[in-house]
């Protein structure tokens, strides 16, 4: 499959999916790196000719930079676009030019903590589980159907540090174990949901 990565930052999940497409662990050919960062260290992890980047705060307002970066990630025919670190809302019109096709990695185990600062929340609300989550993108923000998640359990002691540093570990090989799904045509949405051939998640 044809894979673009949107992302704002390091860029660990992205370099998690170049090694295994390096190893043969994926049949993917990443077709391109998107980010509102120019200098996101997740750029540098690959070669120039397969970089995207605007500032976002140069664009008049949020559909502008949207609709600059749904042509350029379109140019490239991905089969799926993966979120991976991605700070930014995607506006509906890009959602839907890529839903059903369209993924996000998120540092918790949705439906709890939607948004930001997922592991200080999950401490602050006392889970004795956190984890994270891969889900297919729609307009409300984290709120799409959930593919795949990896709990981990929230230890005495854990700072949202010690907690982030853990979910992230897991984070890499839950997003290869779905990408690699998706490559073999095993995932879609269907009516809201995600399905595994087929059947309901
Ligand atoms: C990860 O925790 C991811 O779940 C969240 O942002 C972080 C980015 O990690 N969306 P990286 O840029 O892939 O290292």
Not at 119 to 132: N, P, V
Request: aromatic share 4%; net charge neutral.
């Amino acid at each position: 499959i044809r894979l673009a990565v949107l992302a704002s930052g390091r860029g660990s999940n992205l370099q998690s999916i170049l090694d295994a497409i390096a190893a043969r662990a994926l049949d993917a050919e990443l077709v391109g790196v998107f980010s509102d960062k120019p200098d996101a260290p997740a750029l540098q992890r690959v070669p120039e000719p397969l970089r995207w980047a605007r500032k976002a705060r140069a664009y008049p307002e949020r559909a502008a930079f949207d609709a600059e970066l749904a042509d350029a990630v379109s140019a490239v025919r991905p089969d799926w676009v993966v979120c991976a670190g991605y700070m930014r809302i995607l506006g509906d019109a890009f959602v839907q030019r890529f839903r059903g096709r369209l993924l996000n990695i998120h540092p918790s185990l949705l439906p709890r903590h939607k948004g930001l600062h997922t592991h200080a929340r999950a401490l602050q609300a006392g889970d004795g589980e956190h984890g994270a989550s891969v889900h297919f993108v729609i307009p409300e923000l984290d709120a799409g159907a959930v593919i795949a998640q990896a709990p981990l359990p929230v230890l005495a002691g854990d700072s949202a540090e010690s907690l982030a540093a853990r979910v992230l570990q897991v984070e890499h090989p839950l997003l290869l174990a779905v990408l690699q799904m998706a490559a073999a045509g095993r995932i879609a949405e269907q009516a809201g949901q995600a399905t595994l051939d087929g059947q309901p998640l």
